[in-house]
C-alpha cells in the first residue's frame, strides 16, 4: 500500500527528476512528510514565485523538466506569474500544488483556490487529482505533456485527502503515455521541405531568421550547418541567442526593438525570409506590415497554431525544428552564391557595429562586455528584465545554446536571480551569473536568503542606476522625460547581501570592474556585485513602439 | 466576416467546456450559440459551437482548439452539405377563446408542439433550423410571450461521411 504522497514522490524520481524547488504548507503536510526522508532533493525557496522562476531556469539550462511545489491558495496563486513566464517562452515544468481535501472543494475553505482555474490560460494543460488511483497516471500524462511537442507548463493540484489516501500502486514502468487528443507532429512534411529548398534556391536575398524553438529542439548544430552550407546570414531573436556563436561570421546579431542595424536592415530588404522556431512577436516586427514586405517566407515550427497567425507564409512546415533542419540537409543538393548580399550585408556590419560612448564614466554596456571577455562563452548568463536585459543580449558574447536565460515573452522582472538558482541545479559545475538592473533584483531579493544557507554560488551582478532604467528611457523618449514613479532610492546591496551571509563588493569607476568580477568568480559560494552605473544610460539602438524595423533611433555616433 | 459551425469533438470529463469557451473568449472571439452533449463514442462529448469571424480568425480559433489536450478533433462544417437543429421552449399567453385556438393553428403549421397547458398559457416546443424557429417566436410575440428557452445549433454533415476522433 502506498499513499498519493508516496506515489507522487516516487513518480517523480521515475521520471529523473533530482531537485525540485518548493516551499511547504497546510495541505502539503503528507508530500512534505514524504519527502523528510526521500532522496529526492528538495530546494526551500523563500517566495513560492521563486520555486516557479527556479524551475523555469532548471528546464532551460538543463532541457529537462523543472518541478516546482507550493502549498494551496496562496501558496500555488505565488506560482502564477513564474506558470505565465514558463508558458510564454514554452518551458517544460511540472508544477505541483496542494489542494483543500475533496469534501472541501468549492467551499471557500481556509486556503483554498482554485488554481486549475486560475492557471487555465497559462498553463498547456493541467489537472486536478481527485483520486488517489489517478495521480501516477496524471503525473506520467503532465511530465509527458511538458517536455514534449511546443513545451510548456503542466500544473497538478493535489487534494490533501488524495495525497494521505493509502492505495495498491505499481508504476508501469516504461510504458509509453498515449493521449487521444495530443499527438505533436514531429517529422516536417517531405514536400514541403522541397519547395522550401526550391524558394531557396530562387531567392537572391535570404534571411535566416532563428527564435527559441531552435534552442528547445537542441538543434543549433544544424541551424549552424544549414546556414553554412548555404551561406545564408543568420539573426536570431532575443531568445534565440546562443543558438550560432556571436562571433560567428554569418551571424547578424538580434533583430527587432534592440537590435542590430545589419539584422534589421538585412530582414527589411530580404527576399526570402526562413523562420526557424520563431513566433513574429511584436517585439521582434516592429510595424507588421513593412516587416519583411519584399520576402517570401518559409516559417518551421512545431506549433501550428503560429503559422500564419502574424504573418502570412508561403512554405509552412509544421514538425520538430531539428528534425526539419536535419531532412533539409540531407535534401539539399545544390545551392548558389548570395555574394553580392553578404557584401552589402558585411557593408551593413561594418558600418553600424553596436556601440556606447566609450568615456572614463562606468557604463552598464563595458560592465557586460568585460563580463563577457572574462568568461569568454562559458558559463550560464541569466538577465532580469528591462535595460539589464537588453544590454545584456546585446554586449554579451553567447556562443552556446541554453548559456543564456531570460523572461522573453513574458518579461517577468524579478526572474533571473531564482532563475540563476535554477540554472546551478541543472549545471553545477558551470559559473552562473544573473545579471540584474536595481528594480528587477530587489523583485525577488529575498532569495539571497536561499543561496546563502544552501551555498548556491549564483553571483549578482547589478547594473545599478538608481532607476527603473526601461521605463524611464520609454519617459525620457516619449514622455518628455516626465520620470514618473520610475526613481529609486539608493540601496546599499553589499550591505543588504552582507546581513544574508552574503559578500558583495561595491562597484564605482572602470578600473575596479575586472577584479571585482574576478573576485566573484573566484568566490566559491553566492556573490554580489552592486555596480553604480551611469543613471540615464540607453539601450539603442532602438525601434520606436509602432514603427517599422529599420526605422531605428540611436546608436550611432558621429 | 460569416457565422462558421464548428464539431468539436472532446474528452467527456471536468472542466473541458471551460476550456473550450475560455480559449474563444480570452482570444476576443464571441460564441453565437454552443450545444454539447455526450456522442456515439464513449468517453466523448461533442460541441457544437456557432462563431462569427473571418476565414484567418476561425483557422487560428480551431488551431488553438486542436492544442488543447481535451480536445480529439475540430471540424469547420460550415461549407459543407448538412443539417442542423435547434429546439426552442415557449410559453405564451393562451386565454381561453380565439388566441388560443390562433395559436394552435400556427403551431400545427410550425409543426410545435403542445407540451403543457395551464389556465391562461400553454408551452410549446418546436425543433428546427434557426430561422423556423426565429420565425415561429416573431408570430407568437403578439400574443405575449412570457419565457423563451433555446438550445444551441446541432449540426451533423448530410450523407454517410462521419467526424471521427484523430488529429
Redesign the interface.
Given at each position: 500500500m502506498k499513499t498519493g504522497a508516496k506515489i507522487l514522490v516516487e513518480g517523480l524520481q521515475r521520471e529523473g527528476v533530482g531537485t525540485i524547488f518548493g516551499y511547504p504548507g497546510g495541505v502539503v503536510l503528507p508530500i512534505y512528510d514524504e519527502l523528510y526522508d526521500s532522496s529526492l532533493r528538495h530546494i526551500l525557496v523563500r517566495h513560492e514565485q521563486a520555486a516557479a522562476h527556479a524551475a523555469d531556469g532548471f528546464a532551460r539550462a538543463s532541457g529537462r523538466v523543472g518541478v516546482c511545489l507550493a502549498t494551496s491558495g496562496p501558496g500555488a496563486c505565488n506560482l502564477v506569474t513564474g506558470i505565465a513566464t514558463a508558458y510564454m517562452d514554452s518551458v517544460p515544468i511540472v508544477a505541483i500544488t496542494g489542494q483543500v481535501p475533496t469534501s472541501l472543494l468549492g467551499n471557500d475553505a481556509f486556503q483554498e483556490s482554485d488554481i486549475?482555474?486560475i492557471t487555465?490560460?497559462i498553463t498547456?494543460?493541467n489537472y486536478?487529482v481527485k483520486r488517489t488511483e489517478d495521480l501516477g497516471r496524471m503525473l506520467r500524462e503532465a511530465f509527458y505533456?511538458a517536455g514534449t511537442g511546443?513545451k510548456g507548463p503542466v500544473l497538478i493540484d493535489i487534494p490533501k485527502d488524495v495525497s494521505m489516501k493509502s492505495i495498491e500502486y505499481e508504476h508501469p514502468g516504461s510504458e509509453p503515455v498515449t493521449?487521444?487528443?495530443?499527438?505533436p507532429t514531429l517529422r516536417g512534411h517531405a514536400k514541403q521541405i522541397d519547395k522550401a529548398l526550391e524558394m531557396i534556391l530562387e531567392a537572391e536575398q535570404p534571411v535566416i531568421y532563428a527564435g527559441g524553438g531552435v534552442i528547445a529542439s537542441d538543434a543549433s548544430e544544424e541551424l549552424v550547418r544549414l546556414a553554412e552550407t548555404l551561406v545564408i546570414p543568420v539573426t536570431t531573436t532575443l531568445m534565440g541567442l546562443g543558438a550560432i556563436p556571436c562571433d560567428h561570421p554569418l551571424n547578424l546579431g538580434m533583430l527587432g526593438m534592440h537590435g542590430t542595424r545589419s539584422a534589421n536592415y538585412a530582414v527589411t530588404e530580404s527576399d526570402l525570409l526562413i523562420a526557424i522556431g520563431a513566433r513574429f512577436d511584436d517585439r521582434v516586427t516592429g510595424k507588421l506590415d513593412s516587416f519583411a514586405s519584399h520576402a517570401r517566407i518559409i516559417h518551421i515550427d512545431i506549433?501550428?497554431?503560429e503559422i500564419?497567425?502574424n504573418k502570412k507564409v508561403d512554405v509552412p512546415i509544421v514538425g520538430d525544428v531539428r528534425s526539419v533542419l536535419q531532412d533539409m540537409l540531407a535534401k539539399l543538393q545544390k545551392k548558389k552564391s548570395y555574394d553580392r548580399w553578404l557584401a552589402r550585408i558585411s557593408g551593413w556590419k561594418e558600418k553600424h557595429p553596436l556601440q556606447y560612448v566609450s568615456d572614463n564614466s562606468l557604463r552598464p554596456q563595458y560592465v557586460v562586455e568585460q563580463l563577457s571577455g572574462l568568461l569568454k562563452g562559458e558559463g550560464i548568463i541569466v538577465s532580469e528584465v528591462g535595460q539589464n536585459q537588453m544590454w545584456t543580449a546585446q554586449y554579451f558574447c553567447f556562443r552556446k545554446p541554453r548559456t543564456w536565460i531570460t523572461s522573453g515573452g513574458l518579461g517577468t522582472m524579478g526572474y533571473g536571480f531564482p532563475a540563476a538558482i535554477g540554472a546551478h541545479f541543472a549545471c553545477p559545475d558551470q559559473v552562473v551569473f544573473d545579471i540584474a538592473g536595481d528594480g528587477s533584483f530587489q523583485m525577488n531579493i529575498q532569495e539571497l536568503s536561499t543561496v546563502a544557507s544552501n551555498n548556491i554560488p549564483v553571483k549578482v551582478a547589478i547594473l545599478n542606476n538608481r532607476f527603473l532604467g526601461m521605463v524611464r528611457q520609454w519617459q525620457e523618449l516619449f514622455h518628455n522625460r516626465r520620470y514618473s514613479f520610475t526613481e529609486l532610492p539608493s540601496v546599499d546591496f553589499v550591505k543588504v547581501a552582507n546581513a544574508y551571509g552574503v559578500d558583495g563588493i561595491r562597484v564605482d569607476s572602470c578600473e575596479e570592474v575586472v577584479p571585482a568580477l574576478k573576485a566573484a568568480i573566484e568566490t566559491d559560494g553566492p556573490f554580489v556585485l552592486d555596480f553604480r552605473v551611469e543613471r540615464e544610460e540607453n539601450v539603442f539602438p532602438m525601434v520606436p513602439a509602432g514603427a517599422a524595423i529599420n526605422e531605428m533611433i540611436g546608436g550611432q555616433q558621429g | 466576416m460569416k457565422p462558421h459551425t464548428l464539431s468539436v469533438l472532446v474528452e467527456n470529463k471536468a472542466g473541458v467546456l471551460s476550456r473550450v469557451t475560455g480559449l474563444f473568449s480570452r482570444r476576443g472571439y464571441n460564441i453565437e450559440s454552443l450545444a454539447v452533449g455526450i456522442c456515439e463514442e464513449p468517453g466523448m462529448s461533442r460541441i457544437t459551437i456557432v462563431c462569427i469571424g473571418d476565414d484567418a480568425g476561425i483557422e487560428q480559433v480551431m488551431k488553438q482548439l486542436n492544442k488543447l489536450i481535451d480536445v480529439i478533433k475540430v471540424s469547420d462544417l460550415t461549407d459543407n452539405e448538412r443539417v442542423e437543429r435547434e429546439l426552442a421552449l415557449i410559453k405564451v399567453n393562451a386565454e381561453p377563446g380565439t388566441s388560443r385556438a390562433e395559436i394552435m393553428q400556427l403551431a400545427t403549421i410550425f409543426r410545435a408542439q403542445i407540451i403543457d397547458v395551464a389556465a391562461k398559457t400553454i408551452i410549446l416546443s418546436i425543433t428546427g433550423d434557426t430561422e423556423k424557429i426565429d420565425a415561429f417566436e416573431k408570430l407568437l410575440r403578439q400574443y405575449g410571450v412570457k419565457e423563451l428557452v433555446r438550445t444551441g445549433r446541432i449540426s451533423m454533415l448530410r450523407g454517410s461521411k462521419v467526424l471521427k476522433g484523430g488529429k
Open positions: 486549475t482555474g487555465l490560460p498547456k494543460h486536478l505533456i511546443r493521449l487521444r487528443g495530443y499527438q506549433d501550428p497554431a500564419g497567425k | -
